[in-house]
């Protein structure tokens, strides 16, 4: 799975573009149902992708710096490899959380072998957990098939063209060995949550440094229509149903519940939000145009940020926005507020990326 950063940005326009055909949910169809207002906080990021707070501590993951921050304060906690204007030649620091002062972050190199969750605790060795290795042994969706349902049905015509696209998509294909970690959940008993967007999958990794595999998240079907043939620039007969890598894009914890929203890594899906239990993950709200990130209240509401647009909530006839946020790009839920970021970059925008309270 190509780095995050360039997926994020491309399933704005594609997913957008998606739900207008099909007249599911988006967000240019949605009405703002509420009212509240973000309140800007101090600092300035290039691309905050993702956030957590922690009491009064509210911490900023800038993957363009490939730094982490304690919002307020301009020197970097931490910083991962090296970032650069390219995402495909670029490494970065992703997620984050944090927990009762313990700080938990990702980092990825820029040929995703080498991939890490850190965990800083005061007193404490730092403990290090090399989630790239984990992928390499285990490869958790090395079973899952992706590509064209039947594709003994699409004719060997199809199949030459797909084969020689500008773009040229497999026919079908098994789960790769490929880990981006990108999201980040504290859980009580001191474990560590990671939502793997490479490996298309959520690990657990305990206090001591163990990784498990919570949930491979489900392949993501896509009709590719003419119009989304067109653009991802594929064969126009490519008329069939295409299984995308889900791409988790978070992960929360909330009442002994887990969540993950995901993001089809064929640019031309509709992101989904999961709740991971014991049979598996299970598909609770879907329609969402470049869902990046989640939040989940003690009440049990869902907010789910759409790159670019705003925070959206799970509605009966699709997503409805809640918090009207151009350049949005994360969310998160604490003390009773929501916490949102900005990153304009990211989009392709002007300007730099901010932190929200919204009240």
Same mark, same amino acid.
């Given at each position: 799975?190509?780095?995050?950063?360039? =997926?994020?940005?491309?399933? $704005?326009?594609?997913?957008?573009?998606?739900?207008?055909?099909?007249?599911?949910?988006?967000?240019?169809?949605?009405?703002?149902?509420?009212?509240?207002?973000?309140?800007?906080?101090?600092?300035?990021?290039?691309?905050?992708?993702?956030?957590?707070?922690?009491?009064?501590?509210?911490? #900023?993951?800038?993957?363009?710096?490939?730094?982490?921050?304690?919002?307020?304060?301009?020197?970097?906690?931490?910083?991962?490899?090296?970032?650069?204007?390219?995402?495909?030649? %670029?490494?970065?620091?992703?997620?984050?959380?944090?927990?009762?002062?313990?700080?938990?972050?990702?980092?990825?190199?820029?040929?995703?072998?080498?991939?890490?969750?850190?965990?800083?605790?005061?007193?404490? /060795?730092?403990?290090?957990?090399?989630?790239?290795?984990?992928?390499?042994?285990?490869?958790? +969706?090395?079973?899952?098939?992706?590509?064209?349902? /039947?594709?003994?049905?699409?004719?060997?015509?199809?199949?030459?063209?797909?084969?020689?696209?500008?773009?040229?998509?497999?026919?079908?294909?098994r789960g790769q060995k490929d %880990?981006?970690?990108?999201? #980040?959940?504290?859980?009580?008993?001191?474990?560590?949550?990671?939502?793997?967007?490479?490996?298309?999958?959520?690990?657990?990794?305990? /206090?001591?440094?163990?990784?498990?595999?919570?949930?491979?998240?489900?392949?993501?079907?896509?009709?590719?229509?003419?119009a989304l043939a067109e653009s991802?620039?594929?064969?126009?007969?490519?008329?069939?149903?295409?299984?995308?890598?889900? =791409?988790?894009?978070?992960?929360?914890?909330?009442?002994?519940?887990?969540?993950?929203?995901?993001?089809?890594?064929?640019?031309?899906?509709?992101? %989904?939000?999961?709740?991971?239990?014991?049979?598996?993950?299970?598909?609770?709200?879907?329609?969402?145009?470049?869902?990046?990130?989640?939040? #989940? %209240?003690?009440?049990?509401?869902?907010? #789910?940020?759409?790159?670019?647009?705003?925070?959206?909530?799970?509605?009966?006839?699709?997503?409805?926005?809640?918090?009207?946020?151009?350049?949005?790009?994360?969310?998160?839920?604490? +003390?009773?507020? $929501?916490?949102?970021?900005?990153?304009?970059?990211?989009?392709?925008?002007?300007?730099?990326?901010? =932190?929200?309270?919204?009240?």
């Amino acid at each position: 799975m190509r780095s995050i950063r360039r =997926v994020v940005a491309a399933a $704005l326009v594609a997913g957008t573009g998606l739900a207008a055909m099909t007249g599911i949910g988006s967000a240019a169809a949605s009405p703002v149902h509420h009212h509240p207002q973000p309140h800007q906080l101090p600092g300035d990021y290039i691309a905050p992708l993702q956030l957590a707070v922690d009491g009064r501590r509210v911490y #900023v993951a800038d993957s363009a710096k490939s730094a982490l921050f304690r919002l307020g304060n301009p020197v970097p906690i931490a910083t991962g490899p090296a970032a650069t204007p390219n995402p495909e030649t %670029s490494g970065d620091l992703a997620g984050v959380d944090a927990r009762h002062g313990t700080i938990a972050y990702t980092t990825t190199e820029a040929d995703h072998r080498n991939t890490y969750l850190t965990v800083l605790q005061h007193g404490k /060795k730092v403990l290090r957990v090399n989630l790239g290795r984990y992928e390499r042994l285990k490869n958790p +969706d090395g079973h899952v098939t992706y590509g064209a349902v /039947k594709p003994w049905t699409v004719s060997t015509a199809c199949t030459q063209q797909l084969a020689n696209a500008e773009q040229p998509v497999p026919l079908t294909y098994r789960g790769q060995k490929d %880990s981006h970690p990108y999201a #980040v959940a504290a859980q009580a008993d001191g474990s560590w949550l990671v939502a793997d967007a490479g490996g298309n999958d959520v690990l657990r990794v305990s /206090k001591h440094g163990r990784i498990s595999t919570v949930a491979v998240l489900p392949p993501q079907p896509v009709t590719i229509t003419p119009a989304l043939a067109e653009s991802l620039k594929v064969p126009a007969c490519a008329g069939i149903v295409y299984r995308f890598e889900a =791409v988790p894009t978070d992960v929360e914890v909330r009442n002994g519940h887990v969540y993950a929203t995901t993001l089809p890594g064929g640019e031309g899906g509709l992101g %989904s939000v999961y709740r991971l239990g014991r049979h598996g993950p299970v598909r609770i709200a879907t329609g969402f145009a470049g869902a990046t990130n989640l939040a #989940v %209240s003690p009440g049990g509401r869902i907010y #789910v940020v759409q790159l670019g647009q705003g925070v959206f909530t799970p509605g009966k006839h699709g997503p409805r926005k809640v918090v009207d946020l151009p350049g949005a790009a994360a969310v998160e839920w604490a +003390d009773g507020k $929501l916490y949102a970021s900005t990153a304009p970059a990211v989009i392709g925008g002007e300007g730099p990326g901010h =932190v929200f309270v919204i009240r």
